[in-house]
């Protein structure tokens, strides 16, 4: 099992597009905090890419797939970070369904030359099915997995804005964090287009 832990290659690592996307829910549009204190702005700060928040309070898998086109597809991936299942779980849609939903759109994102990435909102033992669930989806396609955004703001109260959202402090942690996993692709990607022929 050892060769599991190794990095595997992401697809599209060399991906011509000009934005990094942040497609998700009410955690991605910034649900709690003011404009500005959301993740992806936080996230634009620490790279040199165009960062687009495509949150929408309250989003479910099937809605984003049917938004997938319009809000993602069309707007130039270079990295596109999905991130649902909260409100997929709350609804009791069932785990099968929303994995199946994000592998689609892992899909269809690289299929248009994007890379991509999964966030995982699980922390411990909240939602741990979840998190082997995406995970797996990651490691068959070829995306990114970013592991459990939320450990340690959902368990404290100082870092949430309610019961699950973060506040500002929470979601800036919430955007090194996915800097930290996306960072490593997105210079892989940079070297790629030096090498590339005028």
């Known amino acids: 099992m050892a060769a599991g832990c190794a990095k595997r290659e992401v697809k599209n690592i060399d991906s011509k597009g000009k934005n990094i996307i942040c497609f ?3 955690i991605t549009f910034g649900y709690g905090v003011k404009p500005g204190e959301d993740y992806p702005t936080n996230l634009a700060e620490l790279v040199s890419y165009p960062v687009i928040n495509a949150g929408i309070d309250g ?4 809605e ?3 938004r997938l086109e319009a809000d993602i597809l069309q707007r130039h991936p270079l990295l596109v970070i999905i991130e649902f299942g909260g ?6 849609i069932p785990l099968d369904v929303t994995a199946g939903n994000i592998r689609k759109m892992v899909r269809r994102i690289q299929e248009r030359g994007g ?3 999964i966030a995982d909102i699980s922390a411990g033992l909240f939602m741990r ?3 082997q669930a995406l995970h797996k989806v990651a490691r068959e396609e070829g995306a990114i997995f970013i592991p459990s955004i939320l450990s340690g703001i959902v368990t404290n109260p100082s ?4 019961f699950l959202h973060p506040n500002a402090q929470g979601y800036t942690i919430v955007a090194r964090r996915i800097w930290r996993f996306i960072d490593p692709y997105l210079k892989k990607n940079a070297r790629s287009r030096e090498n590339q022929p005028i």
Do not use: H, I, T, V
Not at 87 to 92: G, H, Q
């Open 24 to 26: 998700g829910d009410s």
């Open 115 to 117: 890379m991509a990435a």
């Open 87 to 92: 409100n997929d779980f709350l609804r009791k």
């Open 64 to 66: 984003a797939l049917q």
């Open 159 to 162: 870092m949430k804005s309610d």
């Open 129 to 131: 099915e979840y998190r």
């Open 59 to 62: 989003d479910s898998s099937p």
